[in-house]
């Protein structure tokens, strides 16, 4: 069974910069995995942020960016913002015959 | 304006069944791969099972494979979940989404809660 990994909680301070990773049982995570992130506060439905490594959706903010780094996916936040208190998943792409996805546990950012 | 709005949760007892509905608006719905993810209380996402636009291809998670079944009514915009021998590890809130591309999940309902009891 796949299994992608995140930390579970960060902590950063406003104004702070934090760098968010998703890393795969597989092996390397690369742009053939089309890493999407994925943001969720408390009793909302989660929100594209990023797809596809780097790519923004319209509304996310320039202080947020997609990379892959050695051989993980990351999602950086710069500038951090009080509003940016959630949790942030990661989500990768498996192709092949049965084709599937799956997603991250979960990061937990606490701005402080 | 995008819309998803999933319906259908319930309690249900453990062997139960359950059909999920999710009606779509605001784009070409039969343009589009679907997505159902879950979210079980206080735990992270899972991604349960999508369906191509014609419907001819349909994947599921692994513990899913067998007791659920995935469709679709272009005609209808409607998108929906079969969910049978339900069991407690499926109480979730479900979400329809609307995949774009390779898991570009961009737009999502509100959800609609299962709750599966012993």
């Known amino acids: 069974q796949t299994v992608v990994t995140q930390e579970p909680s960060l902590t950063v301070s406003p104004g702070g910069t934090v760098t968010l990773t998703c890393a795969s049982s597989?092996?390397?995570?690369?742009?053939?995995?089309?890493p999407n992130w994925f943001q969720q506060k408390p009793g909302q439905a989660p929100r594209a942020l990023i797809y596809s490594t780097n790519n923004k959706h319209s509304w996310t903010p320039a202080r947020f960016s997609g990379s892959l780094l050695g051989d993980k996916a990351a999602l950086t936040l710069s500038a951090v913002q009080p509003e940016d208190e959630a949790e942030y998943y990661c989500?990768?792409?498996?192709?092949?015959?049965?084709?599937?996805?799956?997603f991250g546990a979960g990061t937990q950012v606490t701005v402080l | 304006e995008v819309q998803l709005v999933e319906s259908g949760g319930a309690l249900v007892q453990t062997g139960g069944s359950l059909r999920l509905s999710c009606a779509v608006s605001g784009f070409p719905f039969s343009s589009h791969w679907l997505t159902w993810v879950r979210q079980a209380p206080g735990k992270g996402l899972e991604w349960v099972a999508n369906?191509?636009?014609?419907?001819?291809?349909?994947y599921f998670m692994d513990s899913v494979k067998g007791r659920f079944t995935i469709s679709r009514d272009n005609a209808r915009n409607s998108l929906y979940l079969q969910m049978n021998s339900l069991r407690v590890e499926d109480t979730a809130i479900y979400y329809c989404?609307?995949?774009?591309?390779?898991?570009?999940?961009?737009?999502w309902g509100q959800g609609t809660l299962v709750t599966v009891s012993s």
């Open positions: 369906i191509s636009p014609d419907g001819s291809r349909k």
């Open positions: 989500f990768l792409y498996y192709g092949g015959a049965q084709l599937n996805y799956v």
């Open positions: 989404t609307r995949d774009v591309a390779y898991g570009y999940l961009d737009s």
């Open positions: 597989t092996g390397a995570v690369t742009s053939d995995h089309h």
